[in-house]
Protein backbone atom coordinates (compact mmCIF):
# COMPACT_ATOMS: atom_id res chain seq x y z
CA UNK A 1 0.00 0.00 0.00
CA UNK A 2 1.30 3.54 -1.08
CA UNK A 3 2.40 5.76 1.76
CA UNK A 4 0.40 9.57 1.69
CA UNK A 5 1.52 12.75 2.15
CA UNK A 6 -0.29 15.40 3.42
CA UNK A 7 0.52 19.07 1.77
CA UNK A 8 -1.23 22.25 3.56
CA UNK A 9 -1.06 25.79 2.80
CA UNK A 10 -0.37 27.93 6.24
CA UNK A 11 -3.58 29.83 6.81
CA UNK A 12 -5.86 28.64 4.27
CA UNK A 13 -8.28 25.69 3.19
CA UNK A 14 -5.64 24.69 0.14
CA UNK A 15 -4.54 20.71 0.87
CA UNK A 16 -3.53 18.31 -1.36
CA UNK A 17 -2.21 14.92 -1.35
CA UNK A 18 1.34 13.05 -2.60
CA UNK A 19 0.60 9.64 -3.23
CA UNK A 20 4.28 8.43 -2.66
CA UNK A 21 7.36 10.38 -2.20
CA UNK A 22 8.66 10.59 -5.67
CA UNK A 23 6.61 13.07 -6.91
CA UNK A 24 7.43 17.03 -5.58
CA UNK A 25 5.65 18.58 -3.81
CA UNK A 26 4.76 20.81 -6.88
CA UNK A 27 4.09 17.88 -9.47
CA UNK A 28 1.47 16.86 -6.67
CA UNK A 29 -0.32 20.10 -6.79
CA UNK A 30 -0.14 20.41 -10.38
CA UNK A 31 -1.91 16.35 -10.41
CA UNK A 32 -4.27 17.78 -7.54
CA UNK A 33 -5.43 20.48 -10.35
CA UNK A 34 -4.06 23.20 -7.11
CA UNK A 35 -2.67 25.75 -8.65
CA UNK A 36 0.65 27.11 -7.16
CA UNK A 37 3.38 29.78 -8.25
CA UNK A 38 5.69 28.03 -10.71
CA UNK A 39 8.14 28.48 -13.77
CA UNK A 40 10.92 26.16 -15.04
CA UNK A 41 10.37 22.91 -12.84
CA UNK A 42 14.13 22.72 -12.88
CA UNK A 43 14.99 24.52 -9.98
CA UNK A 44 16.51 27.59 -12.04
CA UNK A 45 13.61 29.95 -11.87
CA UNK A 46 13.13 29.98 -8.29
CA UNK A 47 9.28 31.20 -8.72
CA UNK A 48 8.19 28.13 -7.08
CA UNK A 49 10.34 29.48 -3.53
CA UNK A 50 8.31 28.68 -0.35
CA UNK A 51 8.68 28.61 3.43
CA UNK A 52 8.90 24.81 5.19
CA UNK A 53 6.82 25.55 8.35
CA UNK A 54 6.11 22.08 9.58
CA UNK A 55 7.29 18.34 8.67
CA UNK A 56 10.39 17.23 6.75
CA UNK A 57 11.16 17.44 3.03
CA UNK A 58 14.03 15.35 0.96
CA UNK A 59 15.42 17.44 -2.07
CA UNK A 60 17.14 15.86 -5.54
CA UNK A 61 20.12 15.06 -3.79
CA UNK A 62 18.31 12.76 -0.67
CA UNK A 63 19.13 15.58 1.45
CA UNK A 64 16.74 16.32 4.00
CA UNK A 65 15.42 19.61 4.82
CA UNK A 66 13.43 21.20 7.89
CA UNK A 67 10.98 23.52 9.28
CA UNK A 68 11.79 27.12 8.79
CA UNK A 69 13.69 26.42 6.03
CA UNK A 70 13.24 28.17 2.26
CA UNK A 71 12.62 25.54 -0.04
CA UNK A 72 11.80 25.13 -4.21
CA UNK A 73 8.61 23.08 -4.40
CA UNK A 74 9.93 21.66 -7.33
CA UNK A 75 12.73 20.42 -6.01
CA UNK A 76 11.34 19.19 -2.76
CA UNK A 77 10.15 15.80 -2.02
CA UNK A 78 7.53 15.01 0.98
CA UNK A 79 9.31 12.96 3.50
CA UNK A 80 6.77 13.37 6.55
CA UNK A 81 3.09 12.41 6.71
CA UNK A 82 2.33 16.06 7.05
CA UNK A 83 4.11 19.01 5.30
CA UNK A 84 3.01 22.61 5.66
CA UNK A 85 4.65 25.54 3.51
CA UNK A 86 3.87 29.03 3.93
CA UNK A 87 3.52 32.06 1.83
CA UNK A 88 3.75 35.76 2.27
CA UNK A 89 0.17 37.30 2.88
CA UNK A 90 0.08 39.18 -0.31
CA UNK A 91 0.93 35.85 -2.06
CA UNK A 92 -1.55 34.09 -0.22
CA UNK A 93 -4.36 35.88 -1.14
CA UNK A 94 -3.62 35.67 -4.45
CA UNK A 95 -3.82 32.12 -4.26
CA UNK A 96 -6.46 32.07 -2.53
CA UNK A 97 -8.43 33.57 -4.78
CA UNK A 98 -6.93 31.51 -7.91
CA UNK A 99 -7.67 28.11 -6.29
CA UNK A 100 -11.06 29.05 -5.28
CA UNK A 101 -13.77 26.13 -6.84
CA UNK A 102 -16.08 28.65 -8.42
CA UNK A 103 -13.20 30.33 -10.52
CA UNK A 104 -10.43 27.77 -10.78
CA UNK A 105 -9.78 26.47 -14.01
CA UNK A 106 -8.93 22.66 -14.37
CA UNK A 107 -5.96 21.91 -16.32
CA UNK A 108 -6.57 19.48 -19.15
CA UNK A 109 -4.48 17.59 -21.78
CA UNK A 110 -5.76 18.71 -25.17
CA UNK A 111 -4.08 17.26 -28.50
CA UNK A 112 -4.61 20.24 -30.96
CA UNK A 113 -3.75 21.30 -34.77
CA UNK A 114 -1.31 23.69 -36.01
CA UNK A 115 -2.76 25.83 -37.99
CA UNK A 116 0.71 28.42 -38.49
CA UNK A 117 3.78 28.07 -36.88
CA UNK A 118 5.40 31.36 -39.02
CA UNK A 119 8.69 33.54 -38.55
CA UNK A 120 7.75 36.62 -37.01
CA UNK A 121 11.64 37.50 -36.43
CA UNK A 122 15.16 35.83 -37.18
CA UNK A 123 14.74 34.21 -33.92
CA UNK A 124 10.82 33.77 -33.08
CA UNK A 125 8.37 32.09 -34.41
CA UNK A 126 4.46 32.31 -33.90
CA UNK A 127 2.95 29.26 -33.12
CA UNK A 128 -0.98 29.15 -33.41
CA UNK A 129 -3.18 25.81 -32.84
CA UNK A 130 -6.64 25.30 -33.64
CA UNK A 131 -9.06 25.29 -30.48
CA UNK A 132 -12.43 23.20 -31.63
CA UNK A 133 -15.16 25.62 -29.84
CA UNK A 134 -16.91 22.09 -28.16
CA UNK A 135 -13.78 21.80 -25.56
CA UNK A 136 -15.42 25.37 -24.20
CA UNK A 137 -11.24 26.17 -23.96
CA UNK A 138 -11.43 29.00 -20.68
CA UNK A 139 -8.10 30.52 -19.25
CA UNK A 140 -7.03 33.45 -17.09
CA UNK A 141 -4.88 36.46 -18.77
CA UNK A 142 -1.28 35.10 -18.38
CA UNK A 143 -1.55 31.73 -18.55
CA UNK A 144 0.27 29.60 -20.03
CA UNK A 145 0.10 25.88 -21.33
CA UNK A 146 3.34 22.68 -20.96
CA UNK A 147 3.72 21.66 -24.88
CA UNK A 148 5.03 18.19 -24.46
CA UNK A 149 6.25 16.07 -27.59
CA UNK A 150 8.07 12.47 -28.63
CA UNK A 151 5.65 10.68 -25.81
CA UNK A 152 6.34 13.47 -23.06
CA UNK A 153 10.51 13.62 -23.55
CA UNK A 154 10.06 17.07 -24.15
CA UNK A 155 7.95 19.42 -22.33
CA UNK A 156 7.98 23.32 -21.79
CA UNK A 157 5.68 26.01 -20.37
CA UNK A 158 4.78 28.69 -23.21
CA UNK A 159 2.67 31.58 -22.43
CA UNK A 160 -0.50 32.66 -24.05
CA UNK A 161 0.03 35.66 -25.90
CA UNK A 162 -4.16 35.90 -26.48
CA UNK A 163 -6.78 37.40 -23.42
CA UNK A 164 -9.40 35.73 -22.74
CA UNK A 165 -12.90 37.70 -22.92
CA UNK A 166 -14.86 38.56 -20.04
CA UNK A 167 -16.16 34.46 -20.08
CA UNK A 168 -12.77 33.44 -20.15
CA UNK A 169 -13.10 32.20 -22.94
CA UNK A 170 -11.01 32.82 -26.56
CA UNK A 171 -12.25 35.47 -28.50
CA UNK A 172 -11.36 33.04 -31.48
CA UNK A 173 -10.39 29.40 -31.73
CA UNK A 174 -6.90 30.05 -32.03
CA UNK A 175 -4.20 29.61 -29.65
CA UNK A 176 -1.22 31.23 -29.95
CA UNK A 177 2.25 31.57 -29.00
CA UNK A 178 5.85 33.15 -29.26
CA UNK A 179 8.50 30.74 -29.55
CA UNK A 180 12.49 31.86 -29.39
CA UNK A 181 14.93 29.77 -30.84
CA UNK A 182 18.00 29.62 -28.25
CA UNK A 183 19.87 26.93 -30.52
CA UNK A 184 20.27 23.99 -28.53
CA UNK A 185 18.28 21.04 -28.58
CA UNK A 186 15.24 21.75 -26.72
CA UNK A 187 11.76 21.75 -27.61
CA UNK A 188 12.11 25.70 -28.97
CA UNK A 189 14.31 24.19 -31.88
CA UNK A 190 12.04 21.52 -32.92
CA UNK A 191 9.34 23.96 -33.09
CA UNK A 192 11.53 26.31 -35.35
CA UNK A 193 12.83 23.17 -37.51
CA UNK A 194 10.32 20.37 -37.48
CA UNK A 195 6.57 21.37 -36.57
CA UNK A 196 4.20 22.70 -39.91
CA UNK A 197 0.30 23.29 -40.40
CA UNK A 198 -1.55 20.21 -39.94
CA UNK A 199 0.45 18.76 -37.59
CA UNK A 200 -0.95 17.45 -34.35
CA UNK A 201 0.33 18.80 -30.37
CA UNK A 202 -0.39 17.58 -27.08
CA UNK A 203 -0.72 20.46 -24.54
CA UNK A 204 -1.72 20.64 -21.61
CA UNK A 205 -3.16 23.56 -18.89
CA UNK A 206 -4.17 26.24 -19.04
CA UNK A 207 -1.69 27.19 -15.82
CA UNK A 208 -2.23 30.80 -14.27
CA UNK A 209 1.02 30.59 -12.79
CA UNK A 210 1.69 34.43 -13.40
CA UNK A 211 0.83 35.22 -9.71
CA UNK A 212 -0.62 39.01 -9.87
CA UNK A 213 -3.50 41.29 -7.98
CA UNK A 214 -4.71 44.36 -9.88
CA UNK A 215 -7.26 46.73 -8.72
CA UNK A 216 -9.56 48.32 -11.52
CA UNK A 217 -7.49 51.85 -10.92
CA UNK A 218 -4.34 50.68 -10.47
CA UNK A 219 -1.55 52.26 -12.49
CA UNK A 220 -0.02 49.57 -14.42
CA UNK A 221 3.47 49.18 -16.41
CA UNK A 222 4.50 45.89 -17.77
CA UNK A 223 8.15 45.57 -18.65
CA UNK A 224 9.05 42.55 -20.55
CA UNK A 225 11.90 41.08 -22.44
CA UNK A 226 12.15 39.44 -25.81
CA UNK A 227 8.76 37.13 -25.52
CA UNK A 228 8.13 37.79 -21.78
CA UNK A 229 5.73 40.22 -24.16
CA UNK A 230 3.33 37.19 -24.04
CA UNK A 231 2.06 36.97 -20.80
CA UNK A 232 2.34 41.07 -20.08
CA UNK A 233 0.34 41.74 -23.43
CA UNK A 234 -2.57 38.98 -22.37
CA UNK A 235 -2.76 41.41 -19.20
CA UNK A 236 -2.67 44.62 -20.28
CA UNK A 237 -5.01 43.77 -22.83
CA UNK A 238 -7.70 42.09 -20.02
CA UNK A 239 -7.06 45.07 -17.89
CA UNK A 240 -7.81 47.85 -20.48
CA UNK A 241 -11.02 45.44 -21.71
CA UNK A 242 -12.30 46.04 -17.99
CA UNK A 243 -11.23 49.53 -17.99
CA UNK A 244 -11.09 51.86 -20.67
CA UNK A 245 -8.85 54.28 -19.28
CA UNK A 246 -6.43 52.48 -16.96
CA UNK A 247 -3.37 54.26 -16.99
CA UNK A 248 -0.98 51.33 -18.49
CA UNK A 249 2.25 50.93 -20.30
CA UNK A 250 4.20 48.80 -21.97
CA UNK A 251 8.47 48.57 -22.06
CA UNK A 252 9.61 45.93 -24.07
CA UNK A 253 13.38 45.71 -24.19
CA UNK A 254 14.74 43.95 -27.60
CA UNK A 255 18.52 43.35 -29.01
CA UNK A 256 17.63 45.36 -32.38
CA UNK A 257 14.25 46.38 -34.92
CA UNK A 258 14.44 42.77 -36.28
CA UNK A 259 13.83 41.39 -33.01
CA UNK A 260 10.62 43.76 -31.91
CA UNK A 261 7.74 41.64 -31.29
CA UNK A 262 3.56 42.30 -31.42
CA UNK A 263 4.63 46.35 -32.63
CA UNK A 264 1.26 46.48 -34.73
CA UNK A 265 -0.60 45.01 -31.50
CA UNK A 266 0.71 47.81 -29.21
CA UNK A 267 0.10 50.41 -31.79
CA UNK A 268 -3.92 49.53 -31.83
CA UNK A 269 -4.18 49.54 -28.19
CA UNK A 270 -2.92 52.86 -28.37
CA UNK A 271 -5.19 53.97 -30.93
CA UNK A 272 -7.99 52.17 -28.91
CA UNK A 273 -7.53 53.19 -25.49
CA UNK A 274 -6.37 56.95 -24.43
CA UNK A 275 -4.18 56.37 -21.22
CA UNK A 276 -2.18 53.07 -23.05
CA UNK A 277 1.22 53.79 -24.30
CA UNK A 278 4.58 51.86 -25.30
CA UNK A 279 8.04 52.07 -25.49
CA UNK A 280 10.68 50.24 -27.02
CA UNK A 281 14.27 49.98 -26.21
CA UNK A 282 17.10 48.44 -28.27
CA UNK A 283 19.89 47.12 -26.07
CA UNK A 284 22.73 46.23 -29.16
CA UNK A 285 21.84 49.55 -32.23
CA UNK A 286 23.23 52.51 -31.82
CA UNK A 287 20.82 55.61 -31.89
CA UNK A 288 19.30 57.04 -35.07
CA UNK A 289 17.49 59.82 -36.26
CA UNK A 290 13.83 59.96 -36.80
CA UNK A 291 12.87 56.84 -35.14
CA UNK A 292 10.61 56.50 -32.02
CA UNK A 293 12.83 53.81 -30.46
CA UNK A 294 15.10 53.96 -27.05
CA UNK A 295 18.28 52.93 -27.06
CA UNK A 296 20.01 50.78 -23.93
CA UNK A 297 19.13 48.65 -20.94
CA UNK A 298 16.07 48.81 -18.27
CA UNK A 299 18.81 50.75 -16.03
CA UNK A 300 19.14 53.16 -18.42
CA UNK A 301 15.76 54.25 -19.76
CA UNK A 302 13.36 53.76 -17.12
CA UNK A 303 14.16 56.33 -14.84
CA UNK A 304 13.83 58.75 -17.87
CA UNK A 305 10.53 57.96 -18.24
CA UNK A 306 9.12 57.49 -14.17
CA UNK A 307 10.91 59.10 -11.40
CA UNK A 308 8.51 57.09 -8.96
CA UNK A 309 6.70 53.94 -9.20
CA UNK A 310 5.94 54.25 -5.38
CA UNK A 311 2.07 53.87 -6.90
CA UNK A 312 2.58 51.62 -9.65
CA UNK A 313 1.79 47.74 -10.27
CA UNK A 314 4.33 45.93 -12.23
CA UNK A 315 4.59 43.31 -13.96
CA UNK A 316 7.83 41.59 -15.06
CA UNK A 317 8.34 38.95 -17.68
CA UNK A 318 11.39 37.43 -19.44
CA UNK A 319 14.72 35.86 -18.98
CA UNK A 320 16.10 34.61 -15.35
CA UNK A 321 18.27 37.61 -15.78
CA UNK A 322 16.39 40.39 -17.57
CA UNK A 323 13.74 39.34 -14.39
CA UNK A 324 16.14 40.08 -11.77
CA UNK A 325 17.74 42.85 -13.18
CA UNK A 326 14.36 44.62 -13.80
CA UNK A 327 13.55 44.20 -10.31
CA UNK A 328 16.58 45.50 -8.98
CA UNK A 329 15.88 48.77 -10.35
CA UNK A 330 12.02 48.83 -10.29
CA UNK A 331 13.06 49.12 -6.39
CA UNK A 332 15.42 51.58 -6.72
CA UNK A 333 12.67 53.84 -8.37
CA UNK A 334 10.36 53.15 -5.51
CA UNK A 335 8.13 50.32 -6.61
CA UNK A 336 6.74 48.72 -3.56
CA UNK A 337 7.68 44.95 -3.61
CA UNK A 338 3.71 43.98 -2.82
CA UNK A 339 3.22 45.49 -6.05
CA UNK A 340 5.69 43.63 -8.17
CA UNK A 341 4.50 40.47 -10.02
CA UNK A 342 7.26 38.30 -12.38
CA UNK A 343 7.53 35.71 -14.59
CA UNK A 344 10.83 33.92 -15.42
CA UNK A 345 11.19 32.22 -18.34
CA UNK A 346 13.78 29.29 -19.33
CA UNK A 347 15.94 29.18 -22.15
CA UNK A 348 15.17 25.73 -23.99
Not at 134 to 160: A, Q, V, W
Not at 295 to 301: A, K
Request: proline share 4%.
Amino acid sequence: MEKKYLISIKDSNIKFNAKNNNYSILDSAIASNIILPHGCKSGACGSCASKLTKGTISNKNSELISKNNSILLCQSFPNSKEVIIEYTSDELKILKEKNRNNFKIIPKELLLQVVENKSVTPMVKKLSLFVPPKLNFKFYPGSHMDLTYENNKLCRKYSIINSPNNSLNLESNIVSFLIVNHNRNGLSKIIHNKIKPGDLLKLKGPYATFQYKIKKDDPVIGIAGGTGISPILSIVKDLLNKNHTLNALIYLSVRNRDEILEMSTLFKLRQKYKNFSFKITLTREKKLPNNIFLNGRVNDNLQKIFKDLSTHKVLISGSDKFVDATYRHVLKLNALKKNIYYEKFSEN
